[in-house]
């Protein structure tokens, strides 16, 4: 019995993979590796994830522990900050804000994914205003990424 198993075996041929395939392979192993092949065919190489950072505070606030806090919780996740951007008027509504329009076109323009921003507060105050940017963000590519939700119950004095 066993003998008719491995004749049976040894009669059965893989499929042939076509040139295009072990071609579409060999990319997809290369650009997994990090080794570029030098051909327009290949993926390109994805480089880091790129965000911006968004603060707003009233004039006289100061902003440099929190900007601080941001550049540390970015550079854990593993992202690079492609800019930062802030207003200082307080905390109108967000249509017309110079620093947050910056931002938002930043990820319109494919110069990053994600807006950060340490509190949502400094989004908009109110859930609507907040949810617009949020898709407005989310609807050129993007997302709108606030730290606060578990700080906020770690660090009361924050809030």
Known sequence: MVS?????????TPPARSGGDRKRRRNLVDASAGVSSGKAD???????????????????????????ECVEYVGA??????????????????????GLTSAVERVKSSDARAVVTPRRSMIS???????EVASVIEGAGGFLHTMDVDRARAHPELS
């Open 4 to 12: 008719s198993q491995n004749s049976q075996r040894q009669g059965v």
């Open 42 to 68: 290949a993926p390109a190489k994805v480089g880091r994830f790129l965000c911006v950072i968004y603060l707003c505070g009233a004039p006289n606030a100061d902003l440099a522990g929190l900007r601080h």
């Open 77 to 98: 996740l593993g992202w690079e900050i492609a800019g930062e951007f802030e207003d200082r008027e307080g905390l109108l509504p967000p249509v017309g804000r110079a």
């Open 125 to 131: 105050l109110m859930p609507q205003e907040y949810d």
